[in-house]
């Protein structure tokens, strides 16, 4: 019966660290930032893409940083956001 448990237990790890490794990150250029509300409205837009998981903006250095699940979004689709808020984004590093 030890046994079960223990095998039960390594079961349930394994979809929680799947899913740790299937997130991704990925750093964007963004321009036309030029007042303390464009990061806010930078974030609000790539966090309503689907599967992003966190935006970190950096109004100083112009990037945005965004954790996604690459199964649901795409670097694409987080561009796009930012984009058609005003601020257009290209991934940089990728």
């Known amino acids: 019966m030890i046994a079960l448990s223990l095998v039960s237990s390594a079961s349930a790890q394994s979809p929680s660290e799947a899913v740790a490794v299937a997130e991704k990150t990925q750093t964007f ?18 966090e309503g893409v689907a599967g992003v998981k966190s935006v ?3 109004f100083e250095a ?12 795409t670097v694409a689709a987080i561009a ?12 940089i590093g990728s």
């Open 29 to 46: 250029a963004i321009e036309n930032m030029s007042c303390a509300s464009c990061p806010i409205t930078v974030r609000l837009a790539m």
């Open 56 to 58: 970190k903006v950096d």
């Open 62 to 73: 112009k990037t945005a940083t965004v954790v996604y699940d690459p199964s649901t979004a």
């Open 80 to 91: 796009a956001a930012s984009t058609d808020a005003g601020y257009p984004a290209k991934a």
